[in-house]
């Protein structure tokens, strides 16, 4: 099996193909990612100290691949659930490998828990 990882700048769009040896299932993962940094405050003299912390949070749908050979191979990051959704769909009717989607059954636990909290 194949699969090909794209970069882009502008318009132009280019990747390399990756082999993927013996792969045994494919799994959906939700991955949060936060980020903080200080930044410089350009007008104010440096006596007034830095400038203010900036937090950023990024979550992602990650798709990746377990080897029967153990080993964990990220094939892409999605920004979009429903997107990432299609690409299941799609190895899913392949019906030669596993495909877990992680996010659904964490979905489905914490629905089952907001139904126990109201009884």
Known sequence: MEYRKFESL????????????DPDSFHLVLS???????????????FYGNGPA????????????????????QI????SYLTALKLLKHLRSLESFEVIDHVAIKLEENHQKRMNRRR
């Open 54 to 73: 900036v937090k950023s949070k990024s979550i992602t749908y990650d798709v990746k691949v377990h080897t029967k050979t153990n080993q964990t191979i």
């Open 32 to 46: 949060v990612e936060n980020n903080s940094y200080k930044t410089p405050m350009l007008s104010a003299p440096a």
């Open 76 to 79: 892409y990051e999605f920004s």
């Open 10 to 21: 502008f318009d132009s769009k280019w990747g390399e193909w990756k082999k993927i040896q």
